[in-house]
Nanobody, 119 residues
Framework: QVQLVESGGGLVQAGGSLRLSCAASGSIFSYNAMAWYRQAPGKQRELVVVISSGGSTNYADSVKGRFTISRDNAKNTVYLQMNSLKPEDTAVYYC?????????????WGQGTQVTVSS
């Protein structure tokens, strides 16, 4: 089982920046994809960005140009750099890892880290 630990959340003013980290217990090379999701109060969890094992990325329209995902394979860590933050970015951010075994999809989640953007 994968263990994912997020960190880096906090309170920031609108226009500010935060960098989230997701440290994995295993090699992130073994994952087909890693992603960041977020869930705001009263809303469904939504995909923020996904990065494949090959490095291709897919961002939600709402964060394009402001958020950047990156990975440090040596540290088994994925980062989410968030710039120009807006109050609507306030949510709990979750790290997700996906892998396939014999065609069956597996995934795991971190515990989440709170991001609060004040206006």
């Amino acid at each position: 089982q994968v263990q994912l630990v997020e960190s880096g959340g906090g309170l920031v003013q609108a226009g500010g920046s935060l960098r989230l980290s997701c440290a994995a217990s295993g090699s992130i090379f073994s994952y087909n994809a890693m992603a960041w999701y977020r869930q705001a109060p009263g809303k469904q969890r939504e995909l923020v960005v996904v990065i494949s094992s090959g490095g291709s990325t897919n961002y939600a329209d709402s964060v394009k140009g402001r958020f950047t995902i990156s990975r440090d394979n040596a540290k088994n860590t994925v980062y989410l750099q968030m710039n120009s933050l807006k109050p609507e970015d306030t949510a709990v951010y979750y790290c997700n890892a996906v892998w396939y075994v014999l065609g069956k999809k597996y995934d795991d989640w971190g515990q989440g880290t709170q991001v609060t953007v004040s206006s």
